[in-house]
C-alpha cells in the first residue's frame, strides 16, 4: 500500500488518541508516524519513501533560499545609480522531458536570479531564458543544468 | 515575552516587506523593457508580498489566520511566475523588442 496513506492513517489515528483535531497536532501526529514508519523502513521497504521527501525537501531549500537571494539581488540593481544592464534571450537545451518537470523548472528559473522563462519550443527540447546580465551565457546554462535541474531529476526520478 | 517577540518579528517582516515592494515599483519604473520589468515585479514583489503575509501570520498567531496567510503565500509563489511567463512570451510574439543593449537573442527566427 501506498505508505503516504498509511501515514496519514496513522496521523489521523494520533488525532483521533489524542481527540483534537487542530491543525497542530495533525501535523505533530504526521511527523510523528513518519518517524515511526522510519523505525520499521527496513521491513515495509519505505526506504525510498524517506529519501524521496529528503529529496523534495532539499529542493524546496534550495527554491526559497534562490528566491530570496533573486529578490535581494534585483532590488540592489535598481537602487544602483548605473544598472549596467546585459539583458538578452538565450536558449537552454532541456534534459527533463516530461511536462510537469518542464513546467516546474520554468517557474523555478522564473523566480531565481536575473532569469526568466520567456518560452518553450514546440517539441519541448529548448526553453528560452530572459536574462538580466547575458555577459556570461554558458555559466548560466551550467548553473542551472547543476543546480535545479538535477535537483528535479533526483526528487522526481 | 513570547508576544513581545512575535511583534518584533512582525514589524522587522513588514518594513522588510513593503521595502521589497517599494523597491520592486522602483525598478519597474527604472528598467528599460517589458522582461527587464518583469524580473522586478515577478521577483521582488512576490517576496515583498509573501514577507507581508508571513508578518501578518506572526502577529494574530490563531491557526486559521496562519494557514490562510501560507496558502496566499504558496498561491504567490505558483502565480508569479505563470502571469510573468505568459506576459513575457505573449510579449514577445505580439513584438515588442528587447531594449537596445540586449546582448543575445537567441529566441529571433
Redesign the interface.
Known sequence: MNLYVVNLLLAMAWMTLTDSF???NMIFGFVLSAAALSLIREQVGSVGYFSKIGRILSLLILFLYE??M??VR??I???KPN?N???????YQLQVDRDHEITLL??LI??TP?T????VSEDRSTL?I?A?D??D?DQIRKDIAEGFERKILEAFR | MIDGLADIIAGLMIIAGSTFAFLAAVGLWRLPDIYTRMHSASKTGTVGSGLLLLALAAHVGDTSTVTRALAGVVFFLLTAPISAHLLAKVSYAVGYRLTDISVVDELKK
Not at chain 1, 544592464?85 to 536558449?91: D, H, M, Q, S, V
Not at chain 1, 526568466?116 to 518560452?119: E, G
Open positions: 487542530s491543525l497542530g528566491l530570496v533573486s529578490a534585483v532590488a540593481l535598481v537602487v544598472m544592464l546585459k539583458p538578452g534571450i538565450f536558449a520554468a517557474n522564473t523566480l536575473g526568466l522563462s520567456v518560452d528560452y530572459h538580466l547575458c555577459s551565457v
